[in-house]
């Protein structure tokens, strides 16, 4: 196997130019040969792809997609700080869900950063994860996804 950076290019995925903050905060930091990553939302093209509550506004497909793209998003701010190639592996996903009231699927809607870190990166994808609902996320987005990634 190549690159991670040929992976991608071999799927016809594009990293994206990372999101710029919307707060007092940088989007990914290092220390040691850990890399952490701020809370990504979906943004595509500088807009978020959906907005509203998982279970009411949005669907949890379309919610899966989004936590895909912030899984996305996550990437472009690690590529940003060390470089997409001195990924050793994907440690931990965290995922947020902005839960309609009676809204329990979580898992599945945080499968979209999952799958696509599978997807990409293989054995070395495999991650430990939290998915927790919440009441509301920054800008009405439905997902909110942050890493802890293993780099060389």
Same mark, same amino acid.
């Given at each position: 196997?190549?690159?991670?950076?040929?992976?991608?290019?071999?799927?016809?995925? !594009? @990293? =994206?130019?990372?999101?710029? =903050?919307?707060?007092?905060? /940088?989007?990914? /930091?290092?220390?040691? &040969?850990?890399?952490?990553?701020?809370?990504?939302? =979906?943004?595509?093209?500088?807009? @978020?792809? &959906?907005?509203?509550?998982?279970?009411?506004?949005?669907?949890?497909?379309? *919610?899966? $997609?989004?936590?895909? #793209?912030?899984? @996305?998003? $996550?990437?472009?701010?690690?590529?940003?700080?060390?470089?997409?190639?001195?990924?050793?592996?994907?440690?931990?996903?965290?995922?947020?869900? !902005? &839960?309609?009231?009676?809204?329990?699927?979580? =898992?599945?809607?945080?499968?979209?950063?999952?799958?696509?870190?599978?997807?990409?990166?293989?054995?070395?994808?495999?991650?430990?994860? &939290? #998915?927790?609902?919440?009441?509301? @996320?920054?800008?009405? *987005?439905?997902?909110?996804?942050?890493?802890?990634?293993?780099?060389?």
């Amino acid at each position: 196997m190549g690159t991670w950076t040929e992976r991608l290019a071999e799927l016809d995925i !594009a @990293l =994206p130019p990372v999101a710029k =903050p919307v707060a007092a905060y /940088i989007p990914a /930091i290092r220390t040691g &040969s850990l890399v952490y990553t701020s809370g990504q939302l =979906p943004f595509v093209d500088g807009a @978020l792809s &959906s907005t509203g509550k998982v279970g009411a506004e949005v669907d949890a497909d379309e *919610a899966k $997609a989004a936590a895909r #793209a912030c899984a @996305l998003n $996550a990437l472009a701010a690690i590529d940003n700080l060390v470089g997409l190639d001195a990924i050793v592996r994907i440690v931990k996903v965290v995922g947020f869900v !902005a &839960s309609a009231e009676g809204f329990t699927g979580q =898992p599945g809607v945080v499968n979209g950063a999952s799958e696509f870190f599978g997807e990409v990166f293989g054995d070395a994808g495999i991650h430990a994860r &939290s #998915a927790v609902g919440v009441a509301e @996320l920054p800008l009405g *987005a439905p997902v909110e996804v942050e890493l802890i990634v293993e780099v060389s």
